[in-house]
Nanobody, 119 residues
């Protein structure tokens, strides 16, 4: 069973930085893509950033130029470096991973970590 454990959330002032980590364990197949999503109450979960197995990255429009996703394969950990944080970045951030195994795709989510940006 794949497990994703996020860490690094917290309270920060506007303009500050945080780095989120997502440690993965229990891989069952080959990774397709890893990413970070966020959600605020009453709204749909939205993509923040993703990185494919080949290293291609994709970012949500609202975070381009401020956030950076990276991966340390040796540690099975994905990071989200968040700079220039704004109050509107306040949300629960979820780690996501999609894997290909047994002729189908599997999707996994972490438990979420709260990020609060004060003005």
């Amino acid at each position: 069973q794949v497990q994703l454990v996020e860490s690094g959330g917290g309270l920060v002032q506007a303009g500050g930085s945080l780095r989120l980590s997502c440690a993965a364990s229990g891989s069952i197949g080959s990774i397709i893509v890893q990413g970070w999503y966020r959600q605020v109450p009453g709204k749909q979960r939205e993509l923040v950033a993703s990185i494919t197995s080949g290293g291609s990255t994709n970012y949500g429009d609202s975070v381009k130029g401020r956030f950076a996703i990276s991966r340390d394969n040796a540690k099975n950990t994905v990071y989200l470096q968040m700079n220039g944080l704004k109050p509107e970045d306040t949300a629960v951030y979820y780690c996501n991973e999609r894997q290909w195994a047994f002729a189908r795709e599997y999707e996994y989510w972490g438990q979420g970590t709260q990020v609060t940006v004060s003005s």
